[in-house]
C-alpha cells in the first residue's frame, strides 16, 4: 500500500504476508456458512430421521421450491440495488389466474405463458418506474404492487380454476430421471435461472452497476453509470421472475387461484436475506439465495419429518431453527474484529 | 519544469475554448451558489478554479457536468451550445470528473471502480482478468502498488482518492476535471499526479484543478479563474499573478491571518511531568505494529509519515475506535482498555476522523446538531443542552470559524466540503477535551481557514490542551507540533523534539529507515 | 401394501396435513384428530401448513418418503393436488381427504372424501331466513334488509355458503341483501365492517354471517349501537362454536348451522377401513344439524368446543 | 421542513373524507348517544388506535435505519397473555384483574422488543430478519398461550380500553393519542430525538461521536414491542377475545405505511410523529370508506392499491413538479443526488 516509496524488497515482505494470513474472501464468507450450515442441518437431521438423507430428498427439496428459488433470484437483483420487492407473492398468485382463465377461455397454451409473462414484466416496469422517476420508495411502490395485482387476481375470479391443458399437464408431470431418483422440468428451469442471473450479475454491465448502485447510488450517478436504466431494469427483472415463478407455481398446483402464494414475500426476502445479501444493498449473490431457499426448505422438511409437533410448535421450532441458523452465520462471517 | 511548447500553452486567442460557461447561475432554495459566473477552458491548460470555501467551485463543476440543472446562462461546448443533463452525458461527451468528496463505490473491488461503466469486454461478458490488469497497470503509472482485486473499502482514505483519480485519467478524455485531489495526499503522491497531468495537458487535454494549496496551483496551473461567493471576481493568468494578490482576489481583502502564521505561537516545553496519555506497545494485527506513545499536557505532537504508514490506524486505537490487539493505554496514569470512542469521550478524548463523508458528517441534520451532537452525546440524551447555550454555542464557533452559510438550521449535506470540515472540528472544540486528535483536519480547507484553524490549535494547545496532530501536508505537522514522531510501514521509527526540524530532515528520516530497510534485507 | 393394516409392527402410520390453525374450528379439528389417533393408537405424522397449499404439497411429498400408511389431509384450496396425488398413488399409499373437497379428473386419486357441505350450510341458513321473514322483518316494513358478513374472499367455505343462501332467499323476494363485505372470518373484521354498516343504514334487519366469529363481532357493535341484538337486529350464523352457542342460547344469536369439526373418530375409522381393503363410500357426509335458541339452550352443557 | 410535508398527508387524508361525504352524505354526521359521542368519524379515530400504537413505534424504529416485523406477533402475544390472566383470574371482572393482566402483558412485549434489540444492536443482525425471527415464532407462542383457542373475556374494564369513552371521546383513541403525545415531548424535548436521528443516518459517525448507538437502538425496539403490546391489548378488548391466529395480522404492513404517508423516510433518518399520527387516521379512514362506499370485497385490493399510488404521487416532489409547469428559476437537481 505503502510503496510510492518503498523499496521492492518490502513487497516481497507483503506477498509473504498476504500468504501467511491468506482467508477467503470476506465477501464468500455467508455463503460458504450458509452452505456449511445447510450441510450440518441435513447431516443432523439424517441422523435423527430415517430416510432423510435419501437423495431424493435433496431432489425433491428443488422441486417443491422450484418457485421459490426463481422468486429469490429476482428478488436478489432488487434488494442488491438497495430495494425491496414486497409484490411478487401477489404475482405469482396474479400468474397462475391468468395461466388459468386464459386456458379456460381456449387460449393456446403459448399465448397463455407469453400473457403471463408479459404481465408480470410490464407490473415490475411500473413499478420501477414508480420508484425511478417519481422517487416513491420501493417498499411502498411494491405495497402498492402487491395491492394491485391481488386485486387484479380478484378481478378476473375469486373461484379456483383449474388447469387442464394438456401442455400443461405434461410439462408439469414432465420428469428427468437420474438413476433411481427424479426431478421436474421445473427444478431444471429453477436451476437454469440461477445460472443465468449469476452469470449477468458477475459478467455483465448491467450486473456490476447493479452492485454499484447498491453500494452507493449517488456516486454510482456521478461515475456516469446508467443508474435509471438498472434501478427500472433491476423491477422489471423481478417482475419477469415472479411471472416466471408464477408459471412454475401454476404448473406445480395446477390451479388459478386468488388465495395463492399470500405472504410467499416474505419467504422469498428471508431466503436472500439468509443466502448472506444485504438488504442495504451492493452485497451477495445469487447463489447465497439458492441456498437460502434451500435452508428453508429443509426446515421445513425436518418439521414434517418429525410430524409430532402440534400447530404452534412448528411456527415457534421454525423461529427457532431460524434464529439459530441465524447466529451461527453471524458469527461464522464476523468480519475481521 | 514546464516542458510543452508555448503554442500549446498559450492558447489565448487563436484557440477556441473546448468548454465556455457564461453567466452561469444555480440556485439552492435561498443560497445563492452561482451568480453569473463565466469559465473558459483551453484545451492543452491546467485551469485552476480558486477560491475560499463554499466560493461555488464544487457547484460550478456539478453544473457543468450535469449533476445540477442550471438555472440561467448558456454552455458551450467545442463553440456550441450544448447542456449536459446527466454526468453519463457529460462523461459521454469526454469529460472526466473526479469529485470532490472520493465517489467510488466501497463494495466493489479496486479493478472494477476503476473501470466500472468500460469494463473490457470478450464475447459480450466481463474480462475480468483483462479487467485487474488494466487496473493494475493504470494505477502503477501513478505509483500506486495494490492488488487491484482488492474491495476498495479496505483501503484508507488517500489510496481510495488516488484510485478515484486512476479512474478518471484512464479514460481518453478532452477535459479533465479534478476537484480537490490532493487533499489528503502527501507530497510525493502530489508529484506523481502531477507528472500524469502534465502528460496530459501536453497531449492537449484541458483540465481543470482545484486545490488550497497555493504552492500546488503556482506549480501545476497555466490560467486560473476567481470565484468569491458565488461570483466571478476574475480570470488571470497564474504567471502574472503573485501570491499574495491571489489570495486578495480570494478573500476580497488583505489576509492579516497570512501573517500571523509566521509568527506562531511558542513551542512549549514537553516531556516534564507525568503523561496525559501513554501508549504502550499499542498495535493490532494488519494494521499498526506495537507502538509507544508519550502525550503530555499542554503539547502537539505532530505524526509525520506517507500514505498507509499508520497514522490513522494509531489515531483510531488512541481513541478506542478501534480496539487493539495489544498494549496498553493509560490516560492520567489509569490503565483503561478504551473499549469505545464513548469510553474515550468520557476521558477528554476527542478524534476527528480523516474521513469526513463516512465518520463525521451527519448530513441530514442541520448544522447546530452536527455541531452539538458529542456534546450531547456525552451528557445523555436525558440533558437536553439548554436552547440558549446552543445558541449561543452555535454562534460563537460559526463566527470563530468563520462557517458558511452562517445558517444553524442548514442541512449539513448542503454545505460545502470545508465548511463541513469546520463544522466537524467544531463538534470537538464544543466538548472541551484535554487530548485533541486531529487526523486531516484541515483536509479541503481553504487558506485562510487552515490559518485560522491551526492558530486556534496553538491557541488552545498554550492553555493546557494537548493536541495529536496528523497532516499528509508536512509543513504543518512541523509548524504545529512540539514534538514529532515519525511513522512509516505501520511502526513508528523516529521520534523528536521539533526544534526546527524541516521537512527535508523528515523526508530523509523517513528515506534513511527505507534504506536501513533495503540493506537489512 | 396398502391393505395390509400397516407396517410390520401392525401399527398404522397416518401422515396428516393440515391447514393450519387459523380458527377456533380448526384447532378444535386437529385436536380431535391427534386426540383419536392417540386413543386408537395410530401413530399420527402431523403438520401444519400454515394456510399454504405449498406447504402441504411439501409436507404429503415427505409423507410419501416416509412412506407412511395413509395420508388423510383438509386441502387448502380445492384444485391444483392432482401432481402429488397421483405419486402417492403411485407408491401405493391411500388418501382420504377431510372438511373439504379437491376437484381432480380422476378420481380414483383418492379413496374418500370426509367432512361438511359448504353450500349446504348456507342453504340451510338461507331456508331458515325464509320460513322466518316475517318475525325476520324487525322494522316491519314489509321487507327483510339482509347484511352479510363475508368470510375470506376466494375462499372455498366464503363462496360456498354465500351461493347456498342466495339460492335459497331467491324464494321470496321481501328478501334482500342490502350490503355484503368481507369480514375475513375474524370478530375484529366483523365488528369493523358491522359498524359501518350501521352508520350508514338503519332498516337493517337481518345480520347473515359466514361463521361465527364474524357474528359475535356484530354483536358487539350491535350493541355498541344502542341496539339489542337478537331482537332489534336478527342473526343468524354457522359453525356452532361454543361461544357462539352461548350467545344463541343468551338470544342474541337468532340460528346457527352446525358445521361440524369432530372428525377424529370418522376419520380413524375410515382409515382403518381404507387399510384393511373394505369398500368406503366416495363421499362421508359429518352429521351436522342447526340450532335454534331453545335447541341451543338445550345442548350448551354437552358441547365438547 | 416536515412540517411543511405534514400538508400532503392531510391533504389526503381531507380528500378521503370527502369522497365518503360524496357518496354518503352523512358521512360526517355525529350525534350524541348515551352520554359520548356516536359517528363515522368517532369509529375511525376508535379504529385508528392500534395501527397508531404500532406505527408509533414503529417510526423510532424505522428513524434508526430499522424494521420491525414482529409486532403483529407482539401485539397477539400481548392479547393471549392479558385474556388467559383475565380469565385464570379469581374475580374476572374485577378492575385489579385488568390492570394486572394488561402490566403483566405490557411487560412481556417490552422484553420481546428488547429481544430483537439485542438481536439487532448487539448481534448486528438485519433488522428483517432479525424481528423476522419473532413474527414466525411468535404467533406460535400465542397460540401456545391460548392453546390455539379463541379466549373470549368478561371484564368490563378491559372492554373499556377499546369501547369505552372518556370526554365524549373513544378512550383507545385518546391512550393513543396519549402515547402520541407522550413519545412526541420524550423525543423533542430531550435530544432523544435527535441522537435516534443521527444513528439512522450515519450510524459510523454517530458511534465516533460518542452516542451510545447499541443503547438507543436497543431502547427503541423495546419501546416498539411496548407499543405493540398496547394495540395488541386495544384490538383484543374491542372484541373482548384474543385469535391468537388472526389478530394483529399483517398490521406492521399497515404501520409502515402509515409511517411513509406520513413522511418519515424508510432509509432512515428525521421522522415525523405528526405525520405518523395523520397516517394512521388515514389508514383508518381508508378501511372505513371499503364498506361505506359499498365497493365489492373483490374490488377491495384494487382500491387499496389505486389510493396508495396516488397518495405517494401527491407526496412525490418529483411528481409534484411534472404536474406544475416548471418556473425558470426554480430550484431543480437534475438527479435529485447531493453528493
Ligand atoms: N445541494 C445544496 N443545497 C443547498 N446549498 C448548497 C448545496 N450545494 C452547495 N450549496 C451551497 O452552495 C455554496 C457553494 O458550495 P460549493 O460546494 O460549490 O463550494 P466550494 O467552492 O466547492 O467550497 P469548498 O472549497 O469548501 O469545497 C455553499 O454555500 C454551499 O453551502
Ligand atoms: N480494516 C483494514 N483492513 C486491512 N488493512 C487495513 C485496515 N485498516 C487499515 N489497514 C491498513 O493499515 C495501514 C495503515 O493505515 P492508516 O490508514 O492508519 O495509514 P495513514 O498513515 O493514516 O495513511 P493515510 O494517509 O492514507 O490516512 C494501511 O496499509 C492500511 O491499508
Ligand atoms: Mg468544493
Ligand atoms: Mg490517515
Redesign the pocket.
Known sequence: MSAITVPPSSDRASTWDRVRTYRPPNRYLPIIATAALFVGLFGVGGMRYDGLTDPQVLLSLLIDNAFLIVLGVGMTFVILTGGIDLSVGSVVALSTMIAAKTLELGWSPYASMAAVLATGTLLGLLMGLLIHYFDIQPFIATLAGLFLARGITYLISVESISIKDPTFTELAFRTVYLGDYYVRWTAIIALATVAVAAYVLARTRFGRTVYAIGGNEASAMLMGLRVAATKVGVYVISGFCAALAGLLFSLYILSGNSLHAIGMELDAIAAVVIGGTLLTGGRGYVIGSLLGVLVLGIIKTLISFDGTLSSYWIRIITGVLLLAFVIVQRFATRRRA | MRTQPDTVARPEAQAQPVIEMRDISIT??A?R?LDGVSVRLFPGEVHALM?E????????IKALTGVYTIDAGTVLVGGEQHEFHSPAASQAAGISTVY?EVNLVPNLTVAENMLLGREPRRFGSINVREMNRRARRTLLHLGIDIDPRTVLDEHPIAVQQLVAIARAVDVEAKVLILD?PTSSLDADEVEKLFTVMRRLRDEGVAIVFVS?FLDQIYEIADRMTI?RN?RLVEERMVADTTQLELVRLMIGRELEVLDRLDREAPHTESGSGTPLLKAVGLGRRNSLEATDLELFEGEVVGIAGLLGSGRTELARLLFGADTADSGELAVRSHRRKLRSPRHAIDRNIAFSSEDRKAEGVVGDLTVADNMLLALQASRGWLRPIPQATRTRLVKDYIEALDI??ADPH?LMR??????QQKVLLARWLITEPEILILDEPTR?I?IGAKAQIQAKVAELAAQGLSVVFISAELEEVLRLSDRLVVMRDRRKIHEQTNDDVSVRDVLEIIAGEAREGETRA | ESGSGGDDDGTITMGFAQVGAESGWRTANTKSIQETAEAEGIDLKFTDAQGKQENQIQAIRSYIQQKVDVIAFSPVVETGFDAVLQEAKAAGIPVILTDRAVDVEDTSLYETFLGSDFVLEGEKAGEWLVENAKEADVDGDGTVNVVQLEGTTGAAPAIDRAEGFADKIAADDTIEVTASQTGDFTRDGGKQVMESFLQSDDSIDVVFAHNDDMGLGAIEAIEAAGLEPGKDIQIITIDAVKDGMQALADGKINYIVECNPLLGPQLMDLAKKVLDGEEVPERVVTEESAFTQEQAKEVLPDRQY | MLRHQLLWPVLALLVLLAVNVIAKPAFLDVRMQDGHLYGNVIDIMRNSAPVMLVALGMTLVIATRGIDLSVGAIAAIAAAVACTRIIGAADEAALSTAVMAMTYAIVVCIVLGAWNGLLVSVLGIQPIIATLILMVAGRGISMAITDGQITTVNNPWFSDLASGFVLTLPLAFLVAVGMVVFTALLTRRTALGMLIEAVGINPEASRLAGVRARTIIWTVYAFSGLCAGLAGLVIAANTNSVNANSLGLWIELDAILAVVIGGTSLMGGRFSLAGTFVGALFIAALARTIPNIGIPSEVNYLFKAVVVIAVCLLQSPKARALLRVRRPGAPTLANGV?A
Open positions: 439552492f432554495g443560497v451558489a477560491g470555501n463554499g466560493a461555488g467551485k464544487s457547484t460550478l470532490q480537490e488550497h470565484l458565488g458558511r452559510p442548514a448542503h454545505l460545502s466540503g470545508g465548511n479541503g481553504d | 447531493t
